[in-house]
């Protein structure tokens, strides 16, 4: 083979592997940190920023998740914190919770329906096996942080 030759392949083998070293992987749509903008549970008749007052943070990596925040009442304090992994499947969202504020979630399987608007994510649950909200639903929605 011509010298000429093998450089050319050469060449061409050193482009793919540059190229297919540039490639990013593919990453999670809500993958960052939000901060909470808006709150409806079912255990409260009040609201989130109305009503109750605080913040909370919740960050998405790769297939994690930690949240921690701070809710006020009138005199009723609610610290709020968990983290668990996940998968997402669309809107299909499913947190698997390893540690929560509140004991009996541990290890419990949480649906949720998701909505991802620009930099706006709506979480609304419980959904039921086959994805269905119930009349009485919990939401929460998030704003990207930058």
């Known amino acids: 083979m011509p010298v000429i030759m093998k ?15 540039c490639t990013q992987e593919k990453k999670s749509p809500i993958e960052g940190s939000w901060k909470a903008v808006y709150g409806k549970w079912i255990a409260y008749q009040e609201t989130f920023p109305i009503q109750i007052r605080g913040e909370q943070i919740k960050m998405f990596s790769e297939n ?7 809710f006020v009442l009138d005199t009723l304090i609610v610290n709020n914190y968990g983290y668990g992994t996940y998968t997402l499947n669309g809107n299909k969202f499913e947190e698997v919770v390893r540690l929560h504020a509140n004991e009996s979630r541990f290890g419990k399987t949480i649906r949720i329906v998701i909505e991802l608007k620009n930099d706006t994510l709506a979480q609304y649950w419980p959904a039921d096996e086959n994805w269905n909200i119930p009349q009485e639903y919990s939401v929460e929605k998030y704003v990207r942080m930058k």
């Open 7 to 21: 450089r050319i392949i050469l060449f061409c083998l050193v482009i793919i592997f540059i190229a297919g070293s």
């Open 64 to 70: 994690h998740y930690i949240f921690v925040g701070q």
